[in-house]
């Protein structure tokens, strides 16, 4: 009790039990940022330029449409057993809650299950047939069916575009929208292609140079010439973006149980929770980055924040280190080498560049459009 | 504080209009109402956020002459003095442990509580949760408690 007491009149741990969940959130918040950054400044300017180019833009569709139809395929046998064995075992559960519910899940399936299959099935897949993992399986298949369709109906229409524009087809293009696609479209999206690549490349700068002194330099030199009022606008511009581009890499994410967030009541709990928990996490040690690169010391939030550098490696110290693997992700992500090195091991199936060209992809998702229109027309008919 | 109030009931119906929209229809109110909260948490730190930096360039940098006028020529000196600074302690002190809480804790709470189905009450999800990840929480403590130790013993040495 005296050693406690003693312990506890000395400010050092008294001052550091309060600042330690800070800093190890802190820490964690900012590998985090880091992480994400490191993928969505170069991704967001690649998807940019890939859409400056109608054709490009295009090829990446069917390559979508492609991949969409296999996973719809390979998600449609595995429902469908689970389904038919599922209802198959319904005839024994004397639950009316559950029936209700099962039949109001398959409602919006395009195949229905029959329950004729007769399987032997063991404990442990009977387990895994419960309610809720069916309604998981169904949202994602949903899901990619709505992505698949929207792909879909983008791909007509640049296809009908595209004839268009080379004077085929029965009905011409309006002068209008003749000089918007073949002229000024190219010269409205390319100034956000710029912007977005002078944003990402502040933000990489103004991240490299955080533990430097350059930065309170260029801060006073930036003042000099701007009001405050205008110095905020711009540092808003630049907070959206880093804002969007957090958003951009979780929603690109691919953890096991995220399927991205989608209107229309089609986004499922744990997708939301995985969402909603990162961006919680992220926000106030990214408030305290942004504070550190601009050295505003006198701010408020570093009042509560308090001082971090008593900790050992989770305070000051990974601050210093935290920029440079920024440097490290960002290099990996533009030159692709996480594809290379998976290659290189053996693991082919993972590519983790889809904006890379893949001829076969492309010719496969022309051959889905060309079928899905021969159907349409056939029924029509 | 009239500001805020103003500010969260527009914002809280428009969010949760949103999440509304997001969310599959078997989703409860009560995970829905938590989802709003967090957003708009996140939404009003970006706005406090905004008023602190601009509070903090309108004062002397750190490191300069604070008599020197050249560092105060751009500064919109006729509002600093008009307005006082807004105290935004408080304000940073709640949202920042609300935001720590929702991402640590309640969240947490919410994914096991969904995967586990309904049945179970919060302590024994708790304590399901914990037995899981027991090594991750064995490695936290030992690391807490070598640095409690360090500081206890640096501590001791500088009294």
């Known amino acids: 009790m005296p050693l406690l007491k003693a312990a506890f009149k000395c400010k050092l741990i008294s ?63 595995d429902l469908e057993f689970k389904l038919e064995v599922f209802k198959n075992d319904l005839a024994n559960i004397d639950n009316d809650y559950i029936k209700k519910k099962f039949n109001q899940l398959i409602k919006n399936l395009p195949f229905k299950p029959k329950g004729d ?45 595209n ?65 405050p009022f205008k110095f905020v606008f711009i540092f808003n511009v630049f907070l959206v973006y880093g804002f969007y581009l957090i958003v951009h890499g979780i929603l690109k994410s691919k953890f096991q149980g995220f399927k991205g967030l989608a209107f229309n009541n089609y986004t499922n709990v744990q997708s939301l929770i995985y969402f909603s928990r990162n961006i919680s996490r992220m926000t106030a ?97 | 504080m009239l500001a805020f109030v103003c500010y969260a009931t527009i914002a809280l119906p428009l969010i949760y209009l949103l999440v509304n929209n997001l969310a599959v229809k078997t989703a409860t109110l009560a995970s829905k109402l938590l989802f709003t909260i967090a957003w708009f948490i996140t939404l009003t730190a970006l706005f406090i956020l905004n008023i ?35 105290n935004l302690i408080q304000y940073w002190r709640v949202f920042y442990w609300s935001s720590l809480l929702f991402g640590y804790v309640v969240f947490t709470i919410l994914e096991e509580y969904e995967s586990q189905g309904s049945g179970k009450s919060i302590f024994a999800i708790w304590l399901d949760y914990y037995k899981k990840r027991l090594p991750f929480f064995i490695t936290i403590i030992t690391f807490v408690v070598c640095f409690l130790t360090y500081a206890f013993v640096k501590g001791s040495l500088q009294m």
């Open chain 1, 15 to 77: 001052k550091d039990l309060h600042v330690l969940p800070k800093a190890f959130s802190n820490c964690y918040g900012l590998l985090l940022i880091i992480i994400i950054l490191g993928f969505s400044l170069v991704d967001v300017p690649k998807r940019l330029s890939s859409k400056l180019d109608l054709q490009v833009e295009y090829k990446h569709k069917l390559m979508r449409i492609s991949w969409y139809n296999f996973k719809l395929e390979e998600l449609q046998y």
């Open chain 1, 117 to 161: 299959i007769e399987c032997a099935y063991t404990e442990e897949v009977k387990g895994e047939l419960k309610l809720e993992r069916i309604e998981k399986d169904i949202l994602n298949y949903l899901h990619i069916k709505l992505k698949y369709e929207r792909a879909l109906h983008k791909v007509y229409f640049m296809k009908r575009l």
């Open chain 1, 163 to 227: 004839e268009r524009l080379n004077n085929e087809g029965a009905r011409k293009l309006s002068f209008h929208e003749y000089i918007y696609y073949k002229y000024l479209r190219l010269y409205i999206l390319t100034p956000f292609f710029f912007s977005a690549v002078l944003l990402s490349s502040v933000i990489l700068l103004s991240e490299f140079l955080n533990p430097s002194d350059h930065s309170i330099a260029i801060l006073q030199a930036t003042l000099q010439f701007l009001t």
């Open chain 1, 285 to 381: 040690p990214a408030c305290f980055n942004i504070f550190q690169i601009l050295r505003l010391r006198e701010s408020n939030f570093r009042v509560i924040m308090g001082a971090t550098d008593s900790i050992p490696l989770f305070g000051d110290s990974f601050m210093k280190i935290a920029p440079l693997l920024l440097v490290i992700l960002l290099l990996f992500k533009y030159f692709n080498i996480y594809s290379k090195v998976l290659i290189f091991i053996g693991i082919k199936e993972y590519d983790f560049n889809d904006l890379k060209d893949n001829l076969e992809a492309v010719e496969e998702g022309r051959a889905i459009v060309e079928a899905t229109i021969n159907d349409e027309k056939t029924a029509v008919k």
């Open chain 2, 52 to 86: 602190d930096v601009y509070q903090s360039i309108i004062k002397p940098l750190p490191g300069s002459d604070s008599t020197n006028p050249e560092f105060l020529l751009k500064m919109d000196n006729e509002y600093y003095q008009a307005h006082e600074p807004v």
